[in-house]
């Protein structure tokens, strides 16, 4: 009797493979140019979801990593917000 959808994934060494979590990390460097701390705090965590992930403890890594794309959001309406006031601002002196 075979396995019904082919055989069940392994990974090195007979280990189950580790699933990937998302570390945002591309997004929280992005994150550092709108809003200053949310991107060095983002940052932070992106990287705990790497060493949580490589420790193996999974839902330490998932809770950091939703954590990390809570504090990219976060920057960059407030960026987006702060550049918007900013060119308002500008725009009002100019005139």
């Known amino acids: 009797m075979g396995y019904p959808y082919g055989q069940p994934q392994r990974g090195y ?3 189950p493979p580790v699933p990937e979590i998302p570390n945002h990390k591309g997004w ?3 994150t550092l ?3 200053f701390v949310f991107g060095v705090a983002a940052l932070a965590k ?3 979801v790497d060493m949580a992930r490589q420790r193996g403890d999974l839902p ?3 809770q950091a ?3 990390a794309k809570a504090l990219c959001v976060i920057g960059n309406i407030v960026g987006v917000v702060v550049y918007a ?3 308002v601002w500008i725009v009002v002196l100019a005139s």
């Open 13 to 15: 060494y007979g280990y």
């Open 28 to 30: 929280a460097v992005f």
């Open 33 to 35: 140019f709108c809003g």
């Open 46 to 48: 992106a990287n705990e």
């Open 60 to 62: 330490r890594a998932w």
């Open 65 to 67: 990593s939703n954590t």
């Open 85 to 87: 006031a900013l060119i």
